[in-house]
Nanobody, 122 residues
Framework: QVQLVESGGGLVHPGDSLRLSCAAS????????MGWFRQAPGRVREFVAA????????GYGDSVKGRITISRDNAKSTVYLQMNSLKPEDTAVYYC???????????????WGQGTQVTVSP
């Protein structure tokens, strides 16, 4: 089992930056690929970013590419999501997830956090 706890969400203005963190505990964090997803009210869950166990492979959703960076610190069992130039359409609950490989498909991730709310509003 892997337990995931997200933090760092909040209310920001358009153009601001925010860094989300996801702390893992339980089984060896460095064995897992990690992903970030988000879900806005009334919308399906959307892939945001993913990173391989070593950090050598990353992937991003089209809607966030160029504005968001995923990284990880295996020594701290933590994955980060740096979000810049935030827009109102980035408003959502952001979830981190752990799985066996880097993929955009949420069904392929085995463990999920409880989510952290990000609200971007003027």
């Amino acid at each position: 089992q892997v337990q995931l706890v997200e933090s760092g969400g909040g209310l920001v203005h358009p153009g601001d930056s925010l860094r989300l963190s996801c702390a893992a505990s339980g089984r060896t964090f460095s064995r897992y690929a990690m992903g970030w997803f988000r879900q806005a009210p009334g919308r399906v869950r959307e892939f945001v970013a993913a990173i391989s166990w070593s950090g050598g492979i990353t992937g991003y959703g089209d809607s966030v590419k160029g504005r968001i960076t995923i990284s990880r610190d295996n020594a701290k069992s933590t994955v980060y999501l740096q979000m810049n130039s935030l827009k109102p359409e980035d408003t959502a609950v952001y979830y981190c997830a752990a799985g066996s490989r880097v993929t955009t498909m949420d069904a392929h991730y085995d463990y999920w956090g409880q989510g952290t709310q990000v609200t971007v509003s003027p």
